[in-house]
């Protein structure tokens, strides 16, 4: 038994394999939950591989060896995100000049108080800079981290715990704001919590992920020509 | 569903490539979607494939973040010294982020609410 478990281990097969399993088994929960936010299939897989891990001793690099034919899917996946955002693009063109004035107020809003709220609570620097791109897609967030003097691989962290953050709270958040419409959850999920915020949108209905899609995209690319230039006038201010 | 997924590839190499040359800030997988975006603008919409094969795919873009999410574990040193700082910023930040774009789109947008697509 022991000798079986030693060869399957050091294989890819068994942890691409366990992936896959723990979100088949993280969907089924979601689905039994009635699709309640809460039940977010992200954080489940991701706490039960972790235990797993850790029960049988196994580092992480060894994991991702076999993980990593998922990880590779992320690419060609944003790529399709073109197809719903063709679909709804006549109702994103006519929203262009409301979307951009949202673009620019959500994303200082979402880097600028995560920056200034961990400051004032003490955190170190690294700490900080890797916090300040957290809204932003994973490869982003990571490249304008190590611009700031962050830790790309914790930023990577920050950047999935934001992201179902977002999942977990934003509908019934906006709700309770008035804000119910596709265009503006939609929008405000991309923005604020990327692709886990885009797939949570996906989940309510095909518009609401068009318009996080879009807002994934666009704060990626106004967060990486923004944020080196702004932060550190941000922290001049704060120290 | 072959040739949707060699599309798909072939559209996020050319993404890559472009951001090499042009050093852009922005992935080569969001640079890729955008040139897929004009594509379909230029044929009229993706055929059946394209949208099928895409549609599995984001269907479960949730899965595509667990082998990143789960390098958690690496930092957990980190988490747990500075645990108050971190969560409070990132759970803080991501509700105001999220209520400054959802309000601020919502207000310009209403008016437009009643009015005919």
Wanted: zero cysteines.
């Amino acid at each position: 038994m022991t000798e079986i478990w030693v060869y399957l281990s050091a294989q890819p097969l068994l942890w691409l394999t366990l992936t896959l399993a723990a979100y088949l088994l993280a969907l089924a929960l979601h689905r039994r939950a009635g699709g309640h936010p809460a039940v977010n299939p992200v954080l489940i897989s991701v706490s039960l591989l972790v235990a797993l891990l850790l029960l049988t001793d196994t580092p992480y690099p060894r994991y991702f060896d076999g993980a990593q034919f998922v990880h590779f899917l992320l690419g060609p996946t944003t790529v399709a995100l073109a197809i719903p955002l063709h679909g709804q693009l006549k109702r994103l063109l006519g929203m262009a000049g409301p979307l951009t004035i949202a673009l620019v107020i959500g994303s200082l809003t979402a880097a600028l108080s995560a920056y200034a709220i961990a400051a004032l609570m003490g955190a170190s620097a690294p700490t900080l800079a890797s916090l300040a791109p957290k809204s932003v897609t994973t490869p982003i967030a990571m490249g304008i981290a190590e611009r700031l003097g962050g830790l790309a691989s914790l930023t990577a962290v920050f950047v999935i715990l934001t992201g179902i953050v977002g999942a977990i709270f934003a509908s019934g958040l906006l709700a309770r704001a008035g804000v119910r419409d596709e265009a503006s959850v939609g929008f405000a999920l991309g923005l604020a919590s990327h692709g886990i915020g885009t797939a949570r949108a996906f989940q309510l209905s095909e518009q609401t992920g068009a318009f996080a899609a879009l807002a994934m995209g666009l704060n990626g690319l106004f967060t990486a020509l923004t944020l080196p230039w702004i932060l550190p006038m941000l922290a001049g201010l704060l120290n | 569903m072959i040739q949707a997924i060699a599309l798909l590839l072939a559209f996020q190499l050319g993404g890559e490539a472009l951001r090499a040359a042009l050093h852009l800030p922005v992935p080569g997988p969001v640079i890729g979607m955008t040139l897929l975006l004009f594509w379909l603008v230029s044929r009229g919409g993706p055929d059946d494939a394209l949208r099928n094969t895409s549609g599995s795919l984001l269907q479960h873009l949730s899965l595509m973040f667990v082998p990143a999410g789960t390098g958690v574990m690496l930092h957990a040193g980190r988490l747990v010294d500075e645990a108050w700082p971190i969560f409070i910023a990132l759970i803080a930040s991501t509700v105001l982020g999220l209520l400054a774009t959802g309000l601020t789109l919502h207000l310009l947008t209403r008016h437009r609410a009643g009015r005919p697509q």
